[in-house]
């Protein structure tokens, strides 16, 4: 099974500031990688998939990079809305089919 | 408005069974493949079963592969998964999914329900 590790654990920044995550796979999944966001008592939301391309809706503020191993999700300049928990998950290996990161929780610095 | 609702869920003793439902609105919900992810308490997401657009092919993980079916009706716009020989380890808020892809699978999710909690205790 994948491992998808998600670092920082917890990342404290202010508004108007750029925020990085990232998300490590134990092994390739090409660029088979998305990201949502979720929001307490909220279901979670597709912000990217493909690794880079933004779901429908999604403000252009949110970028993701990244291949094989290594995925950067950027939110080029927080707005409040934005504080929530970031989750990747690599849709590339069996079994399972997908796996997720445990979580990266955007709080306000 | 597009969305996705939950029930079902609640307290059952060890061993016993229960039956999620997913209302979907706002799409046609015949033309996608839907899945079940579920979030243990303070853990991460975890995929459960899909089930493709006619309801014709499932999976399931293997956590619960002989325990869980889905299943769905597409005159009622509803998703369902039937959930036997309960555990303590089953114990999460269950989430319905759609996948956007119409023909195959793409193991992503577009669209999420806000999720129904199954507690499994005596």
């Known amino acids: 099974e994948i491992v998808m590790t998600q670092s920082p654990a917890t990342l404290s920044v202010s508004p108007g500031e750029r925020a990085t995550l990232s998300c490590r796979a134990s092994?390739?999944?090409?660029?088979?990688l998305a990201w949502y966001q979720q929001k307490p008592g909220q279901a979670p939301r597709l912000l990217i998939y493909?690794?880079?391309t933004r779901a429908t809706g999604i403000p252009a503020r949110f970028s993701g990079s990244g291949s094989g191993t290594e995925f950067t999700l950027t939110i080029s300049s927080l707005q409040s809305e934005d504080f929530a928990v970031y989750y990747c998950?690599?849709?590339?290996?069996?079994?399972?089919?997908?796996?997720f990161g445990q979580g990266t929780k955007l709080e306000i610095k | 408005e597009v969305q996705l609702v939950e029930s079902g869920g609640g307290l059952v003793q060890p061993g016993g069974s229960l039956r999620l439902s997913c209302a979907a609105s706002?799409?046609?919900?015949?033309?996608?493949?839907m899945h079940w992810v579920r979030q243990a308490p303070g853990k991460g997401l975890v995929w459960v079963s899909r089930?493709?657009?006619?309801?014709?092919?499932?999976s399931y993980a293997d956590s619960v592969k002989g325990r869980f079916t889905i299943s769905r009706d597409n005159a009622k716009n509803t998703l369902y998964l039937q959930m036997n020989s309960l555990r303590a380890e089953d114990t999460a808020v269950y989430y319905c999914?759609?996948?956007?892809?119409?023909?195959?699978?793409?193991?992503?999710?577009?669209?999420w329900g806000r999720g129904t909690l199954v507690t499994v205790s005596s």
């Open positions: 999914a759609r996948d956007p892809g119409t023909t195959v699978t793409t193991w992503y999710f577009d669209l």
């Open positions: 706002g799409f046609t919900f015949s033309s996608y493949w």
């Open positions: 089930i493709n657009s006619d309801g014709s092919s499932t």
């Open positions: 092994q390739s999944v090409s660029s088979n």
């Open positions: 493909g690794a880079s």
């Open positions: 998950q690599q849709y590339n290996n069996w079994p399972p089919p997908c796996t």
